[in-house]
C-alpha cells in the first residue's frame, strides 16, 4: 500500500499531464521557456526547459530543495503542509515547491539561486541510480509448517522451529521481539510469510508485499538528514531534514564532548535528545509518502566521528584531547532498537567506518558518492563546515585531514552573519563605483548574511582594493568608523528587514581570513606530502551545504583554494546522505566504503611541522 | 637616512611584510647600524603601533599573526648581531599549552610579545604535562608560569598544573590564557593571573612581576 502512494507521488513529478491543454511556462533568470500539458509539474516542466532545479526526494515534497517563486497575482498560494515546509527553509511569501505546482495556466516562475542546479554540479543522481541495488538483508518468501501438534500451538518456539524448518537451516537466529511480532500475522496452516534475514538472525516476519524500506540518516553537528529508501528499487522515497538538538547541549562538536564528559547520565542525554529527534524524522517521512515505520528493515546511518559516537554510545572524552583517537574505526552493525530507534526489534543499524577521530563516516559517505566519478586523476574533496574534512586521491593513494575552520560560513562569529534562510544576502558584488548589489535568501529586504554572502563580500572587498591582502581596510567611501574598528557598509537601515544596518566588519574579514587559511593550509599540506603542486589537482569535489552554495570564483580569489580553472571545481550538495543510501542499498557499496576509510591516510596538521608557516602566510587574501 | 629606513622597518612589520622587514635589517646591518637600534627603533616601534591597534579595535588577529611572523623572521635574522642578555631583563616566564592540547599559535604569539617586552622566556611548546612545567619553573627559577589551552576538552586539565606547582613547592605565579576561558574560571581554579589576548599578557606578566 505504502509503496503504491510512492508511486502516486512519484507519477506526479513526472506526470505528463494532459496533452490536449498547453500552457507556457517561463523561467527567470534564465531565458527559458517551455510548453507543456496541464497537470505537468513546475519541476518537470523546467527539466523540459532545460532548467536544472535542485531536488532529491523524486519529486514527493519531502526534500524542500526545488523552491521557485510565482507571481503574486498568480493566486497559486501554497497549502498550509507546504507553507510550513516553506518556511523551514526562509522562502517567501510567493514561494511555492516546484513538484507540488501543477501547471493550469500560463506562468512566470522565478528561480532563486539556492535552487539552482549550477552546471557544474554533479549529478549524484546518476551516481546513485548506478549503483546496483543488493541490499544487506535477504527476503524470503516461505510457508510457516503447520503446528506440530505437540500443544504449543502458534507458540514462540514453534515459530522458531518452522522458521529453522521452511529456511532449511537450523541456525536461523529469531530474536525474541521478533517472534512476538508474528502473532499479529494470521495463522500458519500454510499461509506464507515473508522473513527478512541479516545474515543468519531474522529481522522481521511479515505479509508477502509488505514494503521493504530502509532508512539512512546523516547526523550533522548542527543539521540532521534522514532518507527513507526503497530497498527493492533502491529509489528515495523521502528525505528530510531537521536542528540537531544537540545545539542546545553547545554548538559545536567540543562543547559537546565537554558536556559528555560530565557524567555517563549526560552522554546519554546527548544520545537520548538526537535519537527522539530521528524518530521524529522518520515519523516525519513515513507521513508524508504514507509508508509504516514497521517497514523498514534496515538502517544506516553517517556522521562525523564524535556524532558517530555519541549515537552509538561509544565513549568521547579522547575525541576532546590530543591525539583525538576514535575508539572505533571500523564499520559497526549493532541492534537500532538498541539504541533507541523506533523500529521494529530485530532492525539492524550499519555504522559507516570512521577514519580518524576528526575525519568521520560522514566524510567516508562523502567520499563513497564522489571519488570514484572520476576514475583517473588527482582529486581533491572537501566537505567545508564548521569542521573541513579534506581528502587528496592520487594515483599513489589518498591522505586526508581535518581543519577547524570554524562557524564563520554558517554565519556565526560575524556581526551580521546568519544562517540562510529568509533575507539572508547569499550572492554579493561591490560595482566599480561602490554601489553594493545583492539577493537575498527569499527576495526579500537584507537582514544580515549568510556564508555565502559572508565570502563575496571578502571576495569584492579586496577585489575592489577595499581591504589590504593583509585584512586591513583602506579609505573608502563605503568604509566608515565605527566605535570598535572600522566597518563596510552594505545595507543602510532605510533598506534592510530590520531597520538596521548591516556592516562588514574589519573584525569579520579577520575571521574569514582564519577559516580560508585553515582550509588552504590543509589542502597545501595534503599536496606537499603527496608531492604534487596546485595545478595537479584535476577535479576539487565541494559538499557540504555552505559547499554547494559559495561561489568557488570567490573563494579562488581570496586563496582559499587553490587557482584553478573553474571547470575543475563541482558541488556537490549533501554527497554523504548519498553515500549512506548508497550503503543502505548496496552491500558492495558497504565494503566500498570500509576499503576508502582504511586506504584514506590520516595526516594531523596540529602537529605538522609546515603547519604554522603555510597558515600564516594562508591568512594573505590572495 | 637611517632613522627613515627604521620607520620603513617598522610599517613593514605592522603590516605582516616580512620579505621587506628582513631585506631592511640586512640592510641596515650592512650599513653599519648596531643590531639593538634595529630592534628598539625599527622592529619594536612597528609591532607595538599593531599591538595598539588591536588595543583599539582596529586590527585582528590575522594582522597580529603576519606582523609576528614578520617581527620573528627579522629578528632571526638580528640576533647574532644582539649584544647578549641585554635584551631580556626581566624575570623569567615558564610558557607552555597544557596535556592533552596541541594549538601553540596564541602561545607562540604570548612568547613573542613577552620576548619583546624583555622577559627571559622558556617555551615548553604544546601537550605539556604538570610535571614538567614544575621542574622548569624549578630549574629556570621562573617569577611566572603562563598556561595555555584552545579547547573546552582540555582548559580542566590546567587545575592539575597549578596543584602540582603548589604541591612542589614552587612560588612562581600561574597565568592563563586561551579562547574558551574567563577571569572568573582563572579564579575558580586559583591561578593568579589571566589574559585576553597576546597584548593582556605583556600587561598581567608585568603585574604579576611586580612591575
Known amino acids: 500500500m505504502g509503496e503504491s502512494t510512492a508511486q502516486r507521488n512519484r507519477s506526479i513529478a513526472s506526470g505528463t499531464g494532459d496533452s490536449d491543454r498547453e500552457f507556457e511556462v517561463r523561467f527567470s533568470p534564465f531565458v527559458r521557456h517551455v510548453r507543456v500539458g496541464a497537470g505537468t509539474s513546475l519541476l518537470v516542466a523546467a527539466r523540459r526547459a532545460g532548467v536544472g532545479i535542485q531536488s532529491v526526494c523524486g519529486g514527493t515534497g519531502s526534500c524542500s530543495l526545488c523552491v521557485v517563486e510565482l507571481e503574486p497575482e498568480t493566486g497559486l498560494i501554497a497549502p498550509a503542509e507546504e507553507r510550513e515546509d516553506l518556511d523551514s527553509v526562509g522562502a517567501g511569501p510567493n514561494a511555492r515547491l516546484a513538484c507540488r505546482v501543477l501547471v493550469d495556466r500560463d506562468l512566470n516562475v522565478s528561480v532563486p539561486v539556492r535552487s539552482f542546479m549550477a552546471s557544474q554540479r554533479l549529478h549524484l543522481e546518476a551516481f546513485e541510480s548506478a549503483v546496483e541495488v543488493e541490499p544487506a538483508v535477504t527476503v524470503r518468501v516461505v510457508s510457516l509448517p503447520e503446528p506440530d501438534g505437540q500443544g504449543e500451538g502458534n507458540g514462540v518456539a514453534a515459530v522458531r522451529r518452522g522458521i529453522c524448518m521452511a529456511l532449511a537451516d537450523p541456525n536461523i537466529e529469531v530474536p525474541p521481539g521478533v517472534v512476538a511480532g508474528i502473532g499479529a500475522l494470521p495463522a500458519g496452516n500454510g499461509d506464507q510469510v515473508r522473513v527478512v534475514l541479516k545474515g543468519r538472525s531474522v529481522v522481521s516476519v511479515a505479509r508477502p508485499g509488505s514494503a521493504l524500506l530502509g532508512l539512512a540518516v546523516d547526523v550533522g553537528t548542527t543539521k540532521l538528514a534522514g532518507y527513507l529508501v526503497d530497498l527493492e528499487t533502491g529509489k528515495t522515497l523521502a528525505a528530510a531534514g531537521l536542528m540537531n538538538p544537540q545545539i542546545a547541549f553547545g554548538e559545536d562538536v567540543m562543547a559537546r564532548i565537554a558536556y559528555a564528559m560530565r557524567s555517563p547520565q549526560d552522554a546519554r542525554e546527548l544520545r537520548r535528545v538526537v535519537v527522539d529527534r530521528i524518530n521524529h524524522l522518520v515519523r516525519k517521512m513515513c507521513r508524508t509518502v504514507r509508508v509504516s515505520s514497521r517497514d523498514i528493515v534496515d538502517v544506516v546511518a553517517v556522521g562525523n566521528t564524535a556524532m558517530h559516537h555519541i549515537l552509538l554510545g561509544l565513549p568521547v572524552e579522547q575525541l576532546g584531547r590530543a591525539p583525538y583517537l576514535a575508539v572505533e574505526t571500523d564499520a559497526l552493525d549493532v541492534n537500532a532498537s538498541d539504541i533507541g530507534l523506533e523500529v521494529e526489534p530485530g532492525v539492524w543499524l550499519h555504522a559507516l567506518p570512521n577514519v580518524a577521530g576528526f575525519v568521520g563516516a560522514d566524510h567516508v559517505a562523502f567520499l563513497l558518492a564522489t571519488l570514484d566519478i572520476h576514475a583517473d586523476g588527482v582529486v581533491l574533496g572537501l566537505d567545508v563546515g564548521t569542521n573541513t574534512e579534506i581528502t587528496l586521491r592520487t594515483p599513489d593513494g589518498m591522505l586526508c585531514c581535518s581543519c577547524a575552520s570554524g562557524p564563520v560560513f554558517e554565519g556565526a562569529h560575524i556581526r551580521d552573519g546568519m544562517r540562510a534562510s529568509k533575507g539572508a544576502i547569499e550572492r554579493l558584488r561591490i560595482e566599480e563605483s561602490g554601489q553594493v548589489e545583492y539577493q537575498t535568501v527569499g527576495g526579500g529586504a537584507p537582514v544580515g548574511l549568510c556564508g555565502s554572502g559572508v565570502l563575496d563580500v571578502v571576495a569584492q572587498l579586496r577585489a575592489r582594493g577595499i581591504i589590504s591582502a593583509s585584512g586591513a581596510f583602506r579609505d573608502h567611501a563605503g568604509v566608515a568608523q565605527g566605535s570598535r574598528g572600522k566597518a563596510f557598509l552594505i545595507a543602510p537601515r532605510q533598506v534592510t528587514a530590520h531597520g538596521e544596518q548591516v556592516l562588514f566588519t574589519a573584525e569579520d574579514v579577520g575571521q574569514v581570513q582564519l577559516a580560508k587559511a585553515a582550509i588552504r593550509a590543509g589542502t597545501e599540506i595534503l599536496l606537499e606530502d603527496a608531492g604534487l603542486k596546485d595545478s595537479d589537482i584535476g577535479h576539487v569535489v565541494l559538499a557540504g551545504t555552505f559547499g554547494t552554495y559559495l561561489d568557488p570564483a570567490s573563494a579562488v580569489s581570496i586563496g582559499m583554494f587553490p587557482d584553478l580553472p573553474m571547470s575543475r571545481f563541482q558541488q556537490v550538495g549533501n554527497a554523504a546522505g548519498a553515500g549512506a543510501r548508497a550503503a543502505l542499498v548496496s552491500v558492495r557499496a558497504r565494503e566500498r566504503a570500509a576499503e576508502i576509510a582504511e586506504a584514506d591516510t590520516y595526516v594531523e596538521l596540529m602537529t605538522h611541522s609546515r603547519f604554522a608557516d603555510i597558515f600564516t602566510e594562508s591568512l594573505l587574501l590572495g | ?211
Open chain 2, 1 to 211: 637616512m637611517a632613522s627613515q629606513a627604521l620607520a620603513t622597518l617598522s610599517g613593514a612589520v605592522k603590516d605582516g611584510d616580512y620579505k621587506q622587514a628582513v631585506a631592511i635589517v640586512n640592510d641596515e646591518l650592512a650599513a653599519g647600524t648596531e643590531g639593538l637600534v634595529i630592534l628598539n627603533e625599527g622592529l619594536v616601534p612597528g609591532i607595538e603601533a599593531l599591538g595598539a591597534a588591536f588595543r583599539d579595535g582596529q586590527a585582528y588577529l590575522p594582522e597580529v599573526l603576519l606582523a609576528a611572523r614578520a617581527m620573528n623572521k627579522a629578528v632571526e635574522v638580528l640576533t647574532p648581531h644582539l649584544p647578549k642578555g641585554e635584551a631580556h631583563r626581566l624575570p623569567t616566564v615558564v610558557v607552555g599549552t597544557v596535556s592533552g592540547d596541541m594549538h601553540d599559535i596564541g602561545k607562540n604569539l604570548v612568547r613573542m610579545m613577552l620576548d619583546c617586552a624583555g622577559f627571559k622566556v622558556v617555551d615548553l611548546g604544546v601537550d605539556v604535562a604538570p610535571q614538567a612545567f614544575v621542574d622548569a619553573a624549578k630549574e629556570h627559577n621562573a617569577s611566572i608560569v603562563a598556561l595555555s589551552a584552545l579547547l573546552t576538552t582540555t582548559m580542566i586539565n590546567m587545575p592539575e598544573v597549578v596543584t602540582a606547582l603548589k604541591d612542589a613547592g614552587v612560588t612562581a605565579s600561574v597565568m592563563v590564557g586561551g579562547a574558551p576561558l574567563s577571569r572568573s574560571f582563572a579564579e575558580e581554579i586559583g591561578a593568579a593571573g589571566f589574559a585576553e589576548d597576546c597584548l593582556a599578557a605583556v600587561d598581567e606578566a608585568k603585574r604579576l612581576a611586580g612591575i
